[in-house]
T-cell receptor, first 109, second 115 residues
Framework: GQNIDQPTEMTATEGAIVQINCTYQTSGFNGLFWYQQHAGEAPTFLSYNVLDGLEEKGRFSSFLSRSKGYSYLLLKELQMKDSASYLCAVRDGDYKLSFGAGTTVTVRA | DAGITQSPRHKVTETGTPVTLRCHQTENHRYMYWYRQDPGHGLRLIHYSYGVKDTDKGEVSDGYSVSRSKTEDFLLTLESATSSQTSVYFC??????????????FGNGTRLTVT
């Protein structure tokens, strides 16, 4: 099975930067995904990393270190609409995507 | 947005009754998944399908069965509902698997309450 850990909650101020860490253990790594989920809604795809390094997409960036079993999601220039849960997920083998419990980010004015 | 429809969106049922949730996709994607989401546990995989009539168990499959007779439909059945199966159920689809940038796209979820 999977062991995916991420912090439960984080709070930050509008306009600031927040970094959400994710550590994982897996036997057959085939990529790491980040999802955003607003309360009462479905998760939506943010980013994918399969090689080491940083992937940047606008205000969001995601980093992966396979040797350390570590990823982070960086949210820059925080906006109120970024208040949501952020889910780290690892593809183990061909099909299964296993999720961490999620990090709830609250953005304060 | 990916064309995924879950039905019903909300359901209240009694302990011991069978319940079937439906997931319908219009994307012709090969892979389909059922997850449940509970506070403190995140999304947990119940069953998945890698083709018509090809299904396999996930990490929390006890008490659940699935069927996929057509590419577009993936059904989740609770044989005899229990209160522990009160949850939000999400269906997801993906175009490909393995080491590909092929994310899961989720339906809007079904909120099931077992009384």
């Amino acid at each position: 099975g999977q062991n995916i850990d991420q912090p439960t909650e984080m709070t930050a101020t509008e306009g600031a930067i927040v970094q959400i860490n994710c550590t994982y253990q897996t036997s057959g790594f085939n990529g790491l995904f980040w999802y955003q989920q607003h309360a009462g809604e479905a998760p939506t795809f943010l980013s994918y990393n399969v090689l080491d390094g940083l992937e940047e997409k606008g205000r969001f960036s995601s980093f992966l270190s396979r040797s350390k079993g570590y990823s982070y999601l960086l949210l820059k220039e925080l906006q109120m609409k970024d208040s949501a849960s952020y889910l780290c997920a690892v593809r183990d083998g061909d099909y299964k995507l296993s999720f961490g419990a999620g990090t709830t980010v609250t953005v304060r004015a | 947005d990916a064309g995924i429809t879950q039905s019903p969106r909300h359901k209240v049922t009694e302990t011991g009754t069978p319940v079937t949730l439906r997931c319908h996709q219009t994307e012709n994607h090969r892979y389909m998944y059922w997850y449940r989401q509970d506070p403190g546990h995140g999304l947990r995989l119940i069953h998945y399908s890698y083709g018509v009539k090809d299904t396999d168990k996930g990490e929390v499959s006890d008490g659940y069965s699935v069927s996929r007779s057509k590419t577009e439909d993936f059904l989740l059945t609770l044989e005899s509902a229990t209160s522990s199966q009160t949850s939000v159920y999400f269906c997801a689809i993906s175009e490909s698997a393995g080491q590909t940038n092929s994310p899961l796209h989720f339906g809007n979820g079904t909120r099931l309450t077992v009384t």
